[in-house]
């Protein structure tokens, strides 16, 4: 891992002008931006030589070096908090062992233009990207060389078949194996046939590709994960490999379904998951609730430190992997894993009233939890709550409703997950002040 760099929230570059940066992407003003995105953009300066404009709406920081990026990223939080009027100033932003490179996920819209398939970074760019395949900054050279061999072989006219109905190409994995998704609008015998000659093709490569998959989706929807699959719609095939992915962090193993969600930035999840035990200062008389568990990433990892863990996700591939995962783990008996939707019903039916010592561990997806579900878990009062937002701008909505019922905000740790976007992932720490009120 490499060293977190010295740097203070002030020691930023100044913008150089109020220009353009980049084609396409203008500079809001400063007083006015409350996203956190906009406040980012305003304080990046212009790129010292071009940049593909493509590129640059992907990973609008990335031509930075890395320390002028995480200054930025320091800068920007602190004018969002200040404009939001949130309490307590967040401390630095942990830097990524991988600034760049880093991550395990990625995908491409596929676009059959001819007879030369196109991979994209979304619809909106299909007008304005001349190569067939451009790279990202952010992913991996595997990654790379991948995307370039398929959109190679699947424009020749033998596989004409499958470009035709491939919606996406989405690459997974971690840093020492990848699989392939074939995202596609029907499923066949005859496109079945040419996945496999080109699955055999991948197995060849001089870093061979480790698993290959196809994946079901006739609306041609961005949502590949479960969360948002149509499961009525849903088929899955599995063309060579293991069925499984795998990562590892500290003394844990975690098996996961390819369609489940992962964390993209693998390098940093262990900084992440110390800082958590750090932050929560486990007890042995605790119990551990743990809300979107996952596969388990935090319950397995922390499970040791409690007396019990309690993980309640949806059901589907991912609840099913942390059951699983406890059999590669220390939890043994402390833990046990729940398939339900988190609704405020969920919350009553499951978590009943109890003077018992709780911590909670809040991990929604981005769009946050339903509503209703913060209000059912302060009625529980947990001592100490872990909410962790994957995107910036949805903590002032939530800080309003845990303060309103009575929590305080004890520590904000914001993580750079995304290095090279505008986006950071905020652990907040909140313990109770004072009576919840009724």
Request: proline share 9%.
């Amino acid at each position: 891992m490499s060293r977190k760099p010295k740097r203070t929230a002030n020691a930023m570059p100044k913008p150089k002008s109020n220009k353009t940066l980049g084609k396409g992407i203008s500079r809001a003003n400063p007083a006015l931006a409350l996203n956190f995105a906009g406040i980012l953009r305003d304080l990046t300066p212009e790129p010292s030589r071009p940049v593909n404009r493509i590129t640059m709406q992907a990973a609008p920081v990335a031509h930075l070096p890395y320390n002028d990026e995480l200054k930025l990223k320091d800068a920007a939080l602190s004018r969002f908090w200040e404009n939001n009027g949130l309490p307590l100033a967040p401390e630095p932003v942990i830097a990524s062992p991988r600034p760049r490179g880093y991550r395990t996920t990625s995908k491409r819209r596929a676009i059959l233009n001819g007879s030369r398939l196109n991979l994209v970074f979304g619809d909106h760019l299909l007008k304005t990207q001349k190569k067939p395949f451009l790279e990202s900054p952010l992913e991996p050279p595997e990654h790379t060389r991948t995307y370039n061999f398929l959109q190679k072989k699947l424009s020749e006219p033998s596989y004409k078949l499958v470009a035709s109905h491939l919606n996406h190409l989405i690459i997974r994995g971690n840093y020492k194996e990848i699989a392939v998704i074939f995202n596609v609008r029907k499923m066949n015998g005859p496109l079945i046939r040419k996945l496999k000659m080109i699955a055999e093709h991948l197995q060849k490569m001089s870093a061979p590709v480790t698993a290959a998959f196809v994946y079901l989706d006739p609306t041609g929807s961005d949502y590949y994960f479960e969360s948002r699959r149509p499961d009525d719609k849903m088929q899955f095939k599995k063309l060579f490999g293991p069925a499984h992915l795998e990562v590892k962090h500290g003394s844990c193993r975690f098996h996961f379904h390819p369609t489940s969600f992962s964390q993209i930035n693998e390098s940093i999840v262990g900084k992440m998951l110390e800082k958590a035990r750090e932050l929560l200062e486990p007890d042995q008389d605790e119990r551990l609730i743990d809300l979107y568990c996952g596969y388990g990433l935090f319950s397995h990892f922390l499970a040791p430190d409690y007396r019990q863990v309690t993980g309640i996700d949806a059901e589907g591939p991912s609840i099913r992997a942390a059951q699983t995962n406890t059999r590669l783990n220390k939890s043994g008996s402390k833990t046990r894993f729940l398939a339900r939707r988190i609704t405020p019903k969920t919350i009553s039916d499951l978590l009943p009233l109890t003077t018992e010592p709780t911590t909670l561990i809040l991990d929604p997806p981005r769009q946050g939890p339903q509503r209703g579900v913060i209000d059912a878990i302060v009625e529980r009062q947990p001592a100490k709550i872990l909410h962790i937002f994957c995107g910036v701008d949805q903590i002032p909505e939530s800080l309003k409703e845990w303060q309103a019922n009575g929590y305080q905000v004890k520590k904000v740790v914001p993580l750079d997950m995304f290095p090279g976007t505008a986006n950071l992932e905020v652990m907040i720490l909140l313990g109770i002040n004072g009576q919840p009120k009724t």
